[in-house]
């Protein structure tokens, strides 16, 4: 039987086929639809304003006489303009002596509503003009019923704000009650939380009595965090469910030993306790039957890469083979360039599979890894095509985990032969552990907390753009000191508003040399990319002008100077990963963060948090507080970014009660197929066809 909750639009009041096609091409078909029309704000017009106290911008509801009102054509139509006086006149000296309103297209009637003489109220937002409060189109009142709290919804073209509120307020009468809760009654009494339909009765149609309007705005009244709480136990329900499918099926188990303490020994450095403390947790996993699902983070330079080559040797020791995904072709070609050596001493044959091989070297490469005449493949989005297949694929490595969905990440971990390859997620971009642990419900979570001895954090430090001549005094320092300089721009192309490469590059040649410049960005065929990091490494180029293709993986010993324009146009956990390249060798090195003026007191406080702090979970706090989960927590991961009304910066204690909420549903039925969990498994499965999409569409 259909809900009301399915009944169109056109069934609720001033809804006729006109109107419903404006609210239809918004997604507004059903009368449940319309529930989550939720307001942006509310009108409290509860408390009239005295006229000589209005102010412009605020929102106010006046009390007033008409001492004038007069219809005026205006473009081939009429206009009106009322003029409200106090009725008991204005106190001297003190503010506005009057109020305008005014309609530049006058509605039908509305000369009756405005009798002089008469006292009237009206709501809307005060505008001065030309030393005259003005109202433009203001809403009508009756002066004889108390004010109440009224929504403000978003403004939908072709609907009138009176009927979209008219209409919202008979959803609620007719359907709220129909709307489904993800959380079953017995435990939403348990925990004493009440349902979602009452959540969003209360929304709509507040109560003036208690109507708080600073908790309103905060958007922390408890409606509020009910629908948030509801929200955050679909995310965690969703979570579990995609892990539970990665964590189907049986791997094969490698022995840990001799490859492991063999492998730990063949680097030219010592494994700080931190790594070798990984190494300890991620030899463990492979050595069980049951697919390993890690999350292996730590800060730029902790050594998360050397973990995960003994993580390769000891697949490879057990017969079978390795995957490390990169973001980027230039990322991959920088890590098939480092980890050769490593790879050679540990007695693994690399090979690398991206786009910008030709036919012959992609044949190629496709048989050894059919044959297993290759142990670690390094490759981009190209290792996700259906036509690879691999001899025996044992371990899949995905490096910097925000850059790939999970969609495609499963798509690698099927490729085994006949069992299921164990994975290890790595990312550069801390997360505080007690998130990380709710938001990666299902994955292990390695953390490397230290760097290695000896590191040396780089200067840090803020300059205004127009200070080149000190910009450019630092970087001929570091050449001369044997160093490389790294310049990264926001854009390729310059505008009004960014510093792009193409003006950059031709300023720091006119500097610098014609010869000693380089640029590398997107545009650039991999050829191309790899030729001149091949001329940055060597020292053929000193200056090297680019885009964020720099952000992540790129590693040059020499570099000993980041050069970042308009800094303020990055976010933190992005600049700590750009300075993360220089000074990887152990020597002095410097970032600078150019800005343009003026520089607004948010971008000064977030740039100033980089200049104080090198570590990388500080920093990551601090980039979640500022911009939110969706920058933290990159481009594809869908929830991260995708929250409507949790706030995971504000809402720790609510994710941790959804996180707790959602063991318990899963913990009394894991496949979620008891009736009291049809909503919820159903919501799940929307949700998973929903980021699908999203992944797969990029």
Request: glycine share 10%; net charge neutral; proline share 6%.
């Amino acid at each position: 039987m259909p809900s009301l909750l399915d009944h169109s639009v056109e069934t609720l009041p001033g809804i006729g086929p006109t109107t419903g096609a404006h609210l239809r091409k918004r997604g507004y078909e059903s009368v449940g639809d319309l529930l989550w029309l939720l307001p942006r704000g509310y009108d409290d017009q509860r408390h009239p304003t005295p006229i000589h106290a209005l102010r412009d911008g605020d929102y106010v509801v006046v009390e007033a006489v008409v001492r004038r009102a007069r219809s005026f054509p205006r473009g081939g139509h009429m206009g009106f303009e009322a003029r409200l006086e106090p009725a008991e006149g204005t106190p001297e000296g003190e503010g506005y002596r009057e109020l305008k309103l005014i309609w530049f297209r006058a509605i039908p009637g509305v000369g009756k509503r405005f009798p002089e003489g008469e006292t009237v109220r009206v709501a809307g937002r005060v505008q001065d003009y030309r030393g005259t409060a003005t109202i433009a189109h203001p809403e009508s009142l009756a002066a004889e019923v108390p004010g109440g709290v009224e929504p403000r919804y978003p403004e939908i073209p072709g609907v009138r704000r009176k009927t979209l509120r008219r209409a919202v307020r008979a959803a609620v009468d007719r359907a709220v009650g129909e709307v489904p809760d993800l959380i079953p009654a017995p435990l939403r009494s348990e925990v004493g939380v009440g349902t979602v339909g009452e959540a969003l009765a209360s929304i709509h149609i507040p109560d003036p009595a208690s109507f708080d309007a600073a908790a309103d705005a905060e958007l922390t009244t408890p409606p509020h965090r009910r629908l948030a709480l509801e929200e955050l136990v679909l995310w965690e329900l969703a979570l579990r469910s995609r892990r539970a499918s990665e964590r189907g099926g049986v791997a094969q188990r490698f022995e840990p030993e001799p490859a492991v303490t063999s492998a730990s020994g063949a680097f030219p450095f010592e494994l700080t306790d931190a790594q070798q403390r990984a190494v300890s947790e991620v030899s463990g996993s492979l050595a069980l039957e049951e697919p390993m699902r890690r999350l292996l983070q730590g800060d730029v330079g902790c050594g998360k890469t050397a973990v995960a080559m003994v993580a390769c040797a000891q697949v490879a020791a057990g017969g079978a083979q390795a995957v490390f995904l990169a973001p980027t072709e230039l990322l991959a070609d920088q890590h098939a360039e480092t980890l050769r050596p490593t790879a050679e001493k540990l007695g693994l044959r690399l090979g690398l599979f991206t786009g910008a091989l030709s036919k012959d070297q992609r044949r190629s490469m496709l048989d050894r890894m059919a044959t297993g005449a290759v142990d670690l493949v390094v490759g981009t989005h190209a290792l996700l095509s259906g036509e690879l297949r691999f001899a025996d694929l044992g371990l899949v490595i995905v490096d910097e985990q925000h850059r790939f969905g999970v969609a495609q990440r499963l798509r690698l971990g099927t490729r085994g032969a006949t069992r299921r390859p164990h994975l290890l997620v790595m990312t550069a971009t801390p997360i505080p552990r007690s998130l990380a642990l709710v938001l990666y419900a299902g994955l292990e979570l390695t953390t490397i907390d230290a760097k290695p001895p000896g590191r040396i954090a780089p200067t840090t430090k803020m300059l205004p753009r127009g200070q080149r001549a000190s910009v450019f005094r630092q970087i001929e320092r570091a050449l001369e000191a044997g160093g490389r300089a790294f310049v990264v721009c926001p854009a390729i192309s310059s505008s009004d508003e960014l510093v792009g490469v193409d003006r950059t590059v031709e300023e720091m040649r006119g500097q610098f040399g014609e010869t000693r410049v380089g640029q590398i960005h997107g545009r650039l065929a991999g050829d191309e990319r790899r030729a001149l990091m091949s001329e940055f490494r060597e020292g053929t180029l000193q200056v090297l002008v680019g885009t964020t293709v720099l952000e992540v993986g790129v590693d040059i010993p020499a570099a000993n100077i980041m050069v970042v324009e308009q800094a303020e146009r990055f976010g933190l956990a992005q600049l700590h990963q750009l300075r993360g390249r220089v000074g990887r060798s152990g020597q002095r090195s410097a970032c600078l963060l150019t800005y343009g003026e003026p520089l607004s007191a948010d971008a000064e406080a977030r740039l100033q948090v980089l200049c104080d702090s090198d570590d990388g979970f500080r920093l990551a706090e601090r980039d979640l507080e500022l911009r939110g989960p969706g920058h933290l927590f990159g481009y594809r991961q869908s929830g991260a970014s995708g929250l409507q009304f949790a706030n995971l910066t504000k809402d720790r204690g609510l994710l941790t009660e959804a996180s707790d909420l959602a063991d318990r549903i899963i913990g009394a039925d894991s496949a979620l197929a008891a009736p009291e969990h049809a909503v919820a498994r159903a919501a799940v499965d929307r949700w998973e066809r929903n980021a699908a999409v999203r992944e797969d569409a990029g």
